[in-house]
């Protein structure tokens, strides 16, 4: 299982405040809502 098999995520993010750190389920929706880092104001996406 090294590597992220069986399953690998991408996350173009550059700052280290979006990076993901741990993935405990995956949900498909067609809007993007927010999460914890939007509520406190910073924008959805965080690249330099």
Do not use: H, I, N
């Not at 399953?7 to 993010?13: A, F, G, I, T």
């Amino acid at each position: 299982m090294s590597r992220g098999a069986p399953l690998r995520l991408y996350s173009p993010v550059k700052l280290g405040y979006k990076l993901t750190k741990y993935l405990s389920a995956v949900t498909f929706t067609r809007d993007r809502p927010g999460g914890y880092w939007e509520d406190q104001g910073y924008p959805w996406f965080g690249g330099v």
